[in-house]
């Protein structure tokens, strides 16, 4: 778990990050939600180091990341898987090389272990045999998965994922999601993403944080975010056509009511779905 306790963070006289509590969940994927400038990424920054908070705390496994000297925040750096945009892969490298890189950095194993390591994690991305290939040569679903071999080749306890799905059609977004979702719960990893795709929001919300102009402004999985009266998150999210008729889906199955609105087109959606939305009653 990470537990951040009250974190702030400004540049020059601008504050940004006004005070964030929350706890980051093991096992599941917590996403970071909010507008464009809200300080998602400015959290990000802080909490794998990349930004030294004004004040606050950040424990990882109750270690404060924020106080240890050098030498103890490389251990837990040892614990940090991370997954950037574009996925950050080195052009001039293999597929192997890339993977074998973190190792190199953190580990004295030999070569022979560091690539059966890399064969394993490879395999666990799909990705039998791609160890020669050049970035250049790969999709970029295919990218994201090496991306995702490095991130989790040194077995880490917390893996940051930034933008997943950015440049990937909708389909490879959902199987990268799907992939992020079963390697957090299959090795029990916090992994934080932040996102702003509201199929993933959906599909892997175990845990969301909503942002808003630095703050923690709501907390909750993909079920409450659809019943939700947060008036700032509702504005936020029906922003999105996909999230607005996955409520009225939502709302439709649990209460067979759709939400009066003038503005949703969820009865045009109702007469064009291809199954029948609630069932025929029996009587
Ligand atoms: N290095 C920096 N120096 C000064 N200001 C910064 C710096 N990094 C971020 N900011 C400011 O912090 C605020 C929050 O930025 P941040 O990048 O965290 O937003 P975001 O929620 O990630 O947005 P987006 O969704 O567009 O990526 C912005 O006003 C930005 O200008």
């Given at each position: 778990?990470?537990?951040?306790k009250?974190?702030r963070?400004?540049?020059?006289?601008?504050?940004?990050?006004k005070?964030?509590?929350?706890?980051?969940?093991p096992?599941?994927c917590n996403l970071?939600?909010?507008?464009?400038g809200?300080?998602k990424?400015?959290f990000?920054?802080?909490?794998?180091?990349?930004?030294?908070p004004?004040?606050g705390a950040?424990?990882?496994?109750g270690?404060?990341?924020?106080r240890?000297?050098v030498?103890?925040k490389?251990e837990?750096?040892?614990?940090i898987?991370?997954?950037f945009?574009?996925?950050?892969?080195f052009?001039?490298?293999?597929?192997?090389e890339?993977?074998i890189?973190?190792?190199?950095?953190f580990?004295?194993?030999d070569?022979s272990?560091k690539?059966?390591r890399v064969?394993e994690?490879l395999?666990?991305?799909?990705?039998?045999?791609?160890?020669?290939?050049?970035?250049?040569?790969?999709?970029?679903?295919?990218?994201?998965?090496?991306?995702?071999?490095r991130?989790?080749?040194?077995?880490?306890?917390y893996?940051?994922?930034?933008?997943?799905?950015s440049?990937?059609?909708?389909?490879?977004?959902?199987?990268?999601?799907?992939?992020?979702?079963e390697?957090?719960?299959?090795?029990?990893?916090t992994?934080i993403?932040?996102?702003h795709?509201m199929?993933?929001?959906?599909?892997?919300?175990d845990?969301?944080v909503?942002?808003?102009q630095?703050?923690?402004?709501?907390?909750?999985?993909s079920?409450?975010?659809?019943?939700?009266?947060?008036?700032r998150?509702?504005?936020?999210?029906?922003?999105s056509?996909f999230?607005?008729?996955?409520?009225?889906?939502r709302?439709?199955?649990?209460?067979?009511?759709?939400?009066?609105?003038e503005?949703?087109n969820?009865?045009?959606?109702?007469?064009n779905?291809?199954?029948?939305?609630?069932?025929?009653?029996?009587?």
């Amino acid at each position: 778990m990470i537990e951040i306790k009250d974190l702030r963070k400004g540049f020059d006289d601008k504050a940004v990050l006004k005070g964030v509590t929350v706890n980051m969940n093991p096992g599941m994927c917590n996403l970071i939600i909010g507008s464009s400038g809200s300080g998602k990424t400015v959290f990000m920054k802080c909490l794998v180091g990349l930004f030294q908070p004004d004040s606050g705390a950040i424990l990882y496994g109750g270690r404060d990341f924020t106080r240890l000297s050098v030498e103890d925040k490389k251990e837990i750096r040892k614990e940090i898987g991370m997954l950037f945009q574009g996925s950050a892969l080195f052009s001039s490298m293999t597929v192997e090389e890339n993977i074998i890189f973190p190792l190199d950095m953190f580990t004295d194993w030999d070569r022979s272990k560091k690539l059966d390591r890399v064969n394993e994690v490879l395999a666990r991305v799909n990705l039998n045999g791609a160890n020669k290939k050049f970035p250049a040569e790969l999709s970029g679903g295919m990218m994201k998965r090496v991306g995702i071999a490095r991130a989790i080749v040194l077995n880490p306890k917390y893996l940051f994922v930034d933008e997943p799905n950015s440049g990937l059609d909708p389909q490879t977004s959902g199987l990268i999601d799907k992939l992020i979702k079963e390697i957090t719960e299959e090795f029990g990893i916090t992994t934080i993403i932040n996102t702003h795709d509201m199929n993933s929001v959906m599909e892997i919300g175990d845990h969301i944080v909503y942002m808003y102009q630095g703050e923690k402004e709501w907390e909750g999985n993909s079920k409450d975010i659809i019943f939700s009266k947060n008036e700032r998150l509702n504005n936020f999210i029906f922003a999105s056509d996909f999230l607005k008729d996955a409520k009225d889906m939502r709302m439709l199955e649990e209460t067979g009511n759709i939400p009066s609105s003038e503005d949703r087109n969820i009865e045009e959606m109702i007469r064009n779905a291809e199954e029948p939305l609630i069932p025929p009653s029996s009587e």
